[in-house]
């Protein structure tokens, strides 16, 4: 009876597709074109360049290739060591390596360790966007957008539009990166959290978006679950104050000059991971990298990453 509920359940449950090598393995013919010539999918009637990237976003293809004159459009599982490659090999017009998210390198049929990828976003005039992978938290495939482990870097700025620190140390990608890779696509959000006594926490949003400048880079956030408890889903729909910028909830409060630190604070609120780097004394510190529900008080962590992931729907 057991065995029979578990077949059931197998037989009703959707297959997940973890990577496109599984994908591929299903479909013989496809098989065969994966592991010879490295070609994913072939379209013969693609009279544009963005259609043919459409089409590679969807199947997480490594590149691609396009001819506009002749409509011929190929996807492939890997990457060449040069456009020319591709390019006398199918006597295309364009050649580009194509992944749009973090998620998209991981997904492919390579294995992808943590690391710096590139991530091409839109359309063939935008310049890759180099960030940090996480893959190997939670299935992989975040890319980083703050990390701080031992306070070599200052997060006291007055803009954090650009990218500053490194990726092999602490750093923040940059709000303008945030928005531009979850634009278009559902994202999800990560943050790991340790304190000073090596306990570590999580906390997960379903959906995660920052908005654009004229936005003053607006936080969605929503759908909580973790470790950590919800420090940040009180910040759903704020927006993103400095010293220098004040755009917090808190009448007689600049949120930001207090906690030393540029974030989307609200009434000022329950969590500052961009907050000065302290050291836990076993007390409750005001300007200080927290988050309240973990402590159940304003005590300095030791360690923030926080991620975000795409979304895929197919």
Known sequence: MNKLIVFVILLLHPTYIKTCREYYKQNLSLKRKLFTSGILHEYSDVMKFQECLRYCKKHHCLSFSTNTETGLCRLYSKIFNDATGAISQDGVAYYYQWSDTCLGWRQSCSPRPTGEYDIRRVSKQDEPQHVLCDMDIAGGGWA?????????????????????????????????????????????????????????????????????????????????????????????????????????????????????????????????????YTVDTGTEVDNAMTWWTFHGSYRPLKKSRMMFRAIYNN
């Open 144 to 276: 980083v957008f703050q990390n701080r482990f031992d306070g070599s870097v200052s997060f006291d700025h007055n803009s954090y539009s650009n990218t500053f620190g490194n990726f092999s140390g602490e750093f923040w990608l940059g709000l303008d990166m945030m928005k531009t890779m979850c634009y278009d696509q559902p994202c999800e959000a990560r943050i790991e959290l340790e304190d000073w006594q090596s306990v570590r926490k999580f906390a997960g949003y379903s959906n995660f978006h920052v908005g654009w400048w004229g936005q003053r880079y607006q936080l969605t956030i929503s759908g909580y679950t973790g470790t950590a408890g919800d420090s940040m889903g009180d910040l759903n729909g704020m927006k993103f104050s400095t010293a220098n910028a004040d755009l917090d909830m808190s009448a007689g409060t600049n949120c930001a000059k207090l906690g030393q630190s540029g974030w989307w604070y609200n009434d000022c609120g329950l969590s500052n991971l961009n907050g000065p």
